[in-house]
């Protein structure tokens, strides 16, 4: 599971940094590619050329270190990672990161990240306990990072408790089983997404469309290639690559993704349907370019399009079938319907009027309401933090039907 991955570890200043160097040593041995980036506190207790030594890589100390060999060090190790590891993480990053400060080098570059961050909290067990230190690591998990437990036991201020930075070997095991888990459990399985919006023309030249970007949908798509699944992508235009190990069937028209989704459909899965659709379609079509005429209004008609979805969720046999719900007012009810309407086991409401969410943002603010009625309301994370949530819960629902 390790072999190739590609870490950032965050080491900052506790006294548990000398595990960290052991730490490096042991990924290595794994086959992962260790970046180390430092603060200044971690310098105290071991010096960077411990760590360079160690992962074979230059230790990254400094946002204004000319001899980098990055020109934007924190933006490109923000980019290059599989993960993030923050290991010891001091009360003080903890909290920095809870709270968007991006004062040096690791702060900057986590909150830049655009991987997974892990972090193992390491202090003395007062500073662990304290409510604003448990505050902040709430916080974090809602935004998605995930948080190694602290070990319990002897501390080297000499107090016994929680805060002491689990062993090595059990940090490593559980980066292999955080990525066995991310990587591997929707292995065997068909899902198909739908991504980016429809567009239906009005002459050769002009087309009746909207703002998705497709970034959600794509991010759903690539997460769920990584995680083992077989991904068949059905999108409308988009200005993104399409997602490493994911087939792709590009579409038009909200005619041509029923016809690709029906084509899929009957042999995966689980759906995520997160294409912004046009719901009407210009009656007529002309062939050529339509030219300025005096009158000041123009009329197009607009014939009602399928709802893809809706047919979907008529001939659903075992497929899971989750949708996605823009709304710029009355969510939770306008969502509700959709979801009885649909026939869908989840949908994914999103205020698309909020700042951080809906069209061409890398973030999103999201609620999962189910069939049977429960709602989830998400903090605002990254697209692609969203999208391995939803995957979390179409995999639930997938095993609990599968084992009646
Ligand atoms: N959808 C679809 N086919 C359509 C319209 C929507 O498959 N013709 C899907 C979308 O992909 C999304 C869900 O249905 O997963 C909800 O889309 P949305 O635009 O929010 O709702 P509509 O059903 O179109 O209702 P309204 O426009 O009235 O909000």
Same mark, same amino acid.
């Given at each position: 599971?390790?072999?190739?991955?590609?870490?950032?570890?965050?080491?900052?200043?506790?006294?548990?940094?000398?595990?960290?160097?052991?730490?490096?040593?042991?990924?290595?041995?794994?086959?992962?590619?260790?970046?180390?980036?430092?603060?200044?506190?971690?310098?105290?207790?071991?010096?960077?050329?411990?760590?360079?030594?160690?992962?074979?890589?230059?230790?990254?100390?400094?946002?204004?270190?000319?001899?980098?060999? +990055?020109?934007?060090?924190?933006?490109?190790?923000?980019?290059?990672?599989?993960?993030?590891?923050?290991?010891?993480?001091?009360?003080?990053?903890?909290?920095? %990161?809870?709270?968007?400060?991006?004062?040096?080098?690791?702060?900057?570059?986590?909150?830049?990240?655009?991987?997974?961050? !892990?972090?193992?909290?390491?202090?003395?067990?007062?500073?662990?306990?304290?409510?604003?230190?448990?505050?902040?690591?709430?916080?974090?998990?809602?935004?998605?990072?995930?948080?190694?437990?602290?070990?319990?036991?002897?501390?080297?201020?000499?107090?016994?408790?929680?805060?002491?930075?689990?062993?090595?070997?059990?940090?490593?095991?559980? %980066?292999?089983?955080?990525?066995?888990?991310?990587?591997?459990?929707?292995?065997?399985?068909? !899902?198909?997404?739908?991504?980016?919006g429809t567009r239906e023309p009005?002459?050769?030249?002009?087309f009746?469309g909207?703002?998705?970007?497709?970034?959600?949908? +794509?991010?759903?798509?690539?997460?769920?290639?990584?995680?083992?699944?077989?991904?068949?992508?059905?999108?409308g235009p988009?200005?993104?690559?399409?997602?490493?190990?994911?087939?792709?069937?590009k579409v038009e028209t909200t005619n041509e993704m029923?016809?690709?989704?029906?084509?899929?459909?009957?042999?995966?899965?689980?759906?995520?349907?997160?294409?912004?659709?046009a @719901? +009407?379609?210009?009656?007529?079509?002309?062939?050529?370019?339509?030219?300025?005429?005096?009158?000041?209004? %123009?009329?197009?008609?607009? @014939?009602?399009?399928?709802?893809?979805?809706?047919?979907?969720?008529?001939?659903?046999?075992?497929?899971?079938?989750?949708?996605?719900?823009?709304?710029?007012?009355?969510?939770?009810?306008?969502?509700?319907?959709?979801?009885?309407?649909?026939?869908?086991?989840?949908?994914?409401?999103?205020? !698309?009027?909020?700042?951080?969410?809906?069209?061409?943002?890398?973030?999103?603010? !999201?609620?999962?309401? +189910?069939? @049977?009625?429960?709602?989830?309301?998400? @903090?605002?994370?990254?697209?692609?933090?969203?999208?391995?949530?939803?995957?979390?819960?179409?995999?639930?629902?997938?095993?609990?039907?599968?084992?009646?």
């Amino acid at each position: 599971m390790l072999k190739g991955k590609k870490i950032v570890l965050g080491v900052t200043g506790g006294i548990a940094v000398y595990k960290a160097v052991d730490l490096v040593s042991r990924l290595r041995k794994k086959g992962v590619e260790v970046r180390v980036v430092m603060t200044e506190h971690a310098q105290q207790f071991v010096t960077p050329l411990t760590f360079k030594e160690i992962s074979g890589n230059k230790v990254a100390t400094s946002m204004w270190d000319s001899n980098q060999e +990055y020109n934007v060090e924190h933006i490109a190790l923000a980019n290059w990672a599989d993960a993030f590891l923050v290991a010891p993480a001091t009360a003080n990053i903890l909290a920095k %990161m809870a709270n968007g400060i991006a004062d040096d080098l690791l702060s900057t570059t986590l909150l830049a990240a655009q991987a997974p961050i !892990v972090v193992c909290p390491a202090m003395n067990t007062g500073m662990y306990l304290n409510p604003i230190t448990q505050e902040n690591i709430a916080k974090l998990e809602a935004h998605g990072v995930t948080v190694m437990p602290p070990a319990s036991g002897m501390l080297a201020c000499g107090t016994s408790g929680p805060g002491r930075l689990p062993e090595p070997a059990d940090i490593v095991n559980f %980066m292999e089983s955080f990525f066995a888990k991310r990587e591997g459990d929707l292995l065997g399985l068909k !899902v198909l997404v739908t991504a980016a919006g429809t567009r239906e023309p009005i002459d050769p030249v002009r087309f009746v469309g909207n703002r998705s970007s497709g970034k959600m949908g +794509y991010a759903v798509a690539d997460e769920a290639a990584k995680r083992g699944a077989e991904v068949l992508l059905v999108t409308g235009p988009s200005a993104l690559a399409i997602p490493a190990n994911v087939k792709a069937v590009k579409v038009e028209t909200t005619n041509e993704m029923l016809e690709a989704c029906l084509a899929a459909y009957p042999d995966v899965d689980i759906v995520v349907k997160a294409a912004a659709v046009a @719901d +009407y379609r210009p009656r007529d079509v002309a062939d050529q370019k339509i030219k300025k005429k005096n009158d000041d209004a %123009m009329v197009v008609v607009m @014939d009602k399009n399928p709802d893809i979805l809706k047919t979907l969720g008529q001939s659903k046999t075992h497929q899971v079938l989750i949708g996605f719900a823009a709304e710029t007012q009355n969510l939770i009810e306008n969502a509700t319907e959709k979801v009885n309407k649909k026939n869908l086991d989840m949908i994914v409401a999103n205020d !698309v009027s909020a700042a951080g969410a809906g069209f061409n943002t890398d973030t999103n603010i !999201v609620k999962f309401l +189910y069939a @049977d009625g429960r709602l989830e309301a998400l @903090d605002i994370m990254p697209k692609t933090e969203v999208a391995n949530r939803i995957l979390d819960e179409a995999l639930i629902i997938y095993n609990n039907r599968h084992s009646k």
